[in-house]
């Protein structure tokens, strides 16, 4: 146990109700998307910043570990209490705290969830672009502490690009403002990104200033069919070429396509196109409405000269209803087996057709099922591997083997998903012993006694 | 004297004729658009990484200062070397490496000029947007270490928004990669922005990756006349209110226009407007055909509703004539007085026309001419004190209250022009001890001798 007698009366004399000791209070906190699990020792919600501060005071004290927590959602363990201690729920921080139109800025508190925050934002005529898959649950500070990417990445970025200015609780209780919120500001170094992505592990996320976008007027979506599984990231290239930049390019592979075919075969008027099919891509441009209609129509004529079938939308519901197939696929994987493997690797987009074929050939040679399908835009592939109980060993070395294939092509092992705790064994192979050295230096400056997310991020 | 002989010999080693050392010759590099002069003892130009990295080798075992430079366009003195020791151009590593249209990233050296650059990247149709004053002639390495910004901030951000990636040359030689070329990645901790802005204090950058955009195919530029000061930054605001993004929205108020009147009477057919003008705005628009002439039109029937003048340009000789003006105005404020302070600081938009009322109140109590001009879409104004001999006193004082009231609305003393060695003594002004403690960290980190750019940036 971290956390001892005088710790916890601390605790509670600071948080009363909105402390958990209770076994069957605290269990969902030690889980979250990674399937891991780690018992947490006490979960505590606070409501202000001066609470977070003070809590990482008695942390500093009494010596135990402070693991910060959104929705849960991350799928690497990035919010578990893996030395156990403190879970720290931000799901009470969860105000919407400024709206302000002529600087297109929003300052919310960490526990806002992604999706509330797009909707309050509408009645304004303002867009937060970043739609991580579970963004209608998860919260802006998990979706800040993990870097949180989503399909509108191709066009919009991910959440590094529209985070202006961060209010950090710092181990030991001080708060820090890491720049001003204003559109420009070169004073200070540019901490706010250090903590972007940075999963929990040099500091507490207590207040965010978002930068916005005008929503949209207009949104396009088409379905593309392809009958070589190969053509599909080709034509996202191509695409590229011709000076065209959707919001959204996602891609569905041959093994993926299994899963879904049926919620697909419900949109297709005659499954004939189909049976010939090997990939799925969901291309959506939008934008002011005289740039949508230029920038699909030329769309239609690339997708003419490849003899490509698709199916398009432009009513938002019937665009909600094509999504809805793409959101479906995680869920539906374990079809394919109930062991699942899942990266999210990311190679230049030259290198796309290669990875595919060589992803190809390893399923091939091992039986093991990868199902690749995502932000192909960006080059940004979540590959899983699904299997049945006693293949863990095969679908390691084939998890080992893709993971070493996209370093070759200079790719990255993950793009949005994070290290957490599952993924820390292969940071090693993708940062060199400088990096890791600064790394390591760089926890040691902002939590020197090693209390913050302990067993995260850092090899 | 930093260096001695033994160093002097090893330098002399290593670069053999791309070492100055004759008094005429490196008087040049003791200056820069700043006005202060400090003499470097040796001048070098290396050409590969391998040599920036031997340098900042012997730099830590003979204990000498290696401040960077590009073009020295600097306005605050950031690449002069106040202690004396090496300064290190990189006028010689100005090779662009690569661009791949596929993946919109160009890999380029620091000592590439902003505007080579983007001329290159015209038969890619490709666009890189950052547009300081200085494009022309300052290099992409002195842009990233200030985070320059531009006309462009408005629509593109700056510098920042469009480094991918580094490699920099820490002190002691090493080199480090910040992190992956792929579109995303979020494995190490994202140390790419605290290079960007750190004007030389951290390492040499020694290559640069860039995002790139489609060349927008169409440009729209509005020269907006207002016979109330005030009114061109209310046009901004609502502007933007209405949904629309300008490229560029530049301002220019009373006393500004005092000098570039005859300028812009050449361009006016009558000079019935000119005489009842207080301020001018230069608004661009540019993109997609479509767009530009959508939002173009919505941007005249705000110009309408609110009686403005103005003038309009659409071919690309047009445009730059009336942005010539825009150009000519640093060079021209000596007609206003023979000394000048200058600052660009940020206020949140909504504070704009507050803060210029501010500015004239001081301008009349002191009889000292305030010139303000720029980037007041970002809220980013150059405001510039002129002045008589024996006046200096007087505008030191002006200029101290100017920089408090800044702070008061929450904005910032330094949008793009850093602080360097002249705007030191403000930094305690902007910056909490928290974050002056954790900047003092963060060098000693990297820079653990301080031989880096010494005396700049940090207070």
Chains 1, 2 share one sequence.
Do not use: C
């Amino acid at each position: 146990m971290k956390l001892r007698e005088p710790a916890l009366k601390a605790l509670k004399d600071l948080f009363g109700e909105r402390l958990l000791l209770a076994e069957e209070d605290i269990l969902p906190y030690g889980a979250d998307a990674s399937s891991l699990f780690f018992k947490p020792e006490v979960v505590v919600f606070p409501e202000t910043k001066a609470e977070v501060s003070e809590l990482l005071r008695l942390a500093e004290s009494f010596n135990f570990p402070v693991v910060a927590r959104g929705s849960g959602t991350s799928t690497t363990g990035s919010s578990l209490p893996v030395e156990g201690g403190m879970v720290v729920s931000f799901a009470k921080m969860n105000r919407i705290l400024e709206i302000v139109p002529e600087e297109r800025l929003a300052r919310v508190e960490p526990g806002v969830l992604n999706g509330d925050l797009k909707n309050y934002l509408k009645k304004f005529g303002l867009f937060y672009p970043p739609d991580p898959a579970s963004y209608a649950f998860s919260t802006i500070g998990g979706n800040v502490a993990t870097g949180a990417g989503g399909p509108r990445g191709l066009k919009y970025g991910t959440t590094k690009d529209y985070v202006l200015s961060l209010e950090v609780a710092l181990s030991g209780g001080k708060l820090l403002k890491t720049g001003p919120t204003t559109l420009k500001g070169v004073v200070p170094y540019n901490l706010t990104p250090l903590f972007v992505g940075s999963e929990g592990t040099l500091g507490l996320i207590v207040e965010i200033v978002l930068k916005l976008l005008p929503l949209p007027e207009k949104r396009k979506l088409y379905l593309v069919f392809s009958p070589v599984e190969s053509k599909t990231l080709e034509l996202i290239t191509e695409t590229l070429l011709k000076g065209l930049t959707p919001a959204s390019a996602e891609f569905v592979d041959r093994t993926t396509l299994k899963v879904i075919k049926e919620k697909v075969e419900e949109k297709v008027r005659t499954d004939q196109i189909l049976k010939t099919t090997e990939s799925l891509l969901w291309v959506e441009f939008d934008g002011r409405i005289e740039e949508v209609k230029r920038d699909s129509g030329a769309f239609e004529i690339i997708l003419e000269q490849k003899g490509l079938s698709f199916l398009s939308a432009d009513k938002e519901e019937d665009i909600e209803a094509l999504w809805e197939i793409r959101r479906g696929i995680s869920p539906s994987l374990f079809k394919l087996g109930p062991k699942k493997i899942a990266d999210d690797v990311v190679v230049p987009r030259r290198k796309m057709v290669e990875f595919l074929r060589y992803l190809r050939k390893l399923e091939e040679e091992s039986g093991i099922s990868i199902a690749s399908f995502g932000h192909a835009g960006d080059g940004n592939f979540h590959v899983n591997l699904l299997f049945k109980e006693g293949e863990e060993e095969r679908a390691k070395s084939i998890r080992e083997n893709l993971l070493k294939k996209v370093l070759e092509f200079f790719g990255s092992i993950s793009g949005e998903h994070g290290i957490g705790f599952s993924k820390r064994p292969y940071v090693v192979w993708e940062l060199d012993p400088l990096q890791i050295e600064l790394m390591k230096k760089l926890k040691a400056l902002f939590d020197p006694k090693g209390l913050l997310n302990p067993h995260v991020k850092l090899p």
